[in-house]
Structure formats: structure tokens, C-alpha cells
């Protein structure tokens, strides 16, 4: 996948210094970044936003990423967005 700087990026993870990180980083290239703390705020965060790739933290309380990813490929408005799993 291409990404261009119109793109959509969507970031989960609950550690807010990897948030910043590649929020800045990402902003800082010219991608719209969409912020998610946790499990069930990524899965209304995608079906919302439709973003173009979704970077997700592994290892989370609560629902974890790979339970958000299970739940993001089981729904059809969902299912075709790429995941990037971070750990």
C-alpha cells in the first residue's frame, strides 16, 4: 500500500509516549492522525473514520489488539483496512 500525505492513519496503543511519538512523526509527514487509547474506542474510531491503515498495539488492557483485529476483519465496513500490528 501507497500511502500519500491525504492519507488516513489511525493509531491505537495505551502507552502515551508511543502515541506521541508516532503521532508527531506521522503529522510531521502530512498524514491525518486519528488517536485510540483502547480497544473498543479503535473499533468505533475505524467504523467512523474508514481510516487507510491502522496501526495497532499488540498487548493492551482489556481488549487487546489482536481481539480489535478479529473484530475489525468480522466487519464488512471494516474488513479491508490494513492492520500493522506494533509491540
Not at 34 to 58: F, K, M
Amino acid at each position: 500500500m501507497n500511502l500519500n500525505n491525504h492519507d488516513v492513519v489511525l493509531i491505537v496503543d495505551d502507552v502515551p509516549d508511543n502515541l506521541s511519538v508516532l503521532h508527531d512523526a506521522l503529522d510531521e509527514a502530512g498524514y491525518t492522525v486519528l488517536v485510540a487509547t483502547h480497544g473498543e474506542q479503535a473499533l468505533q474510531r475505524a467504523l467512523q473514520a474508514q481510516p487507510d491503515i491502522i496501526l495497532l498495539d499488540a498487548v493492551m488492557p482489556g481488549m487487546d489488539g489482536f481481539e480489535v483485529a478479529r473484530r475489525l476483519k468480522a466487519e464488512a465496513q471494516t474488513a479491508a483496512i490494513p492492520v500493522v500490528f506494533m509491540t
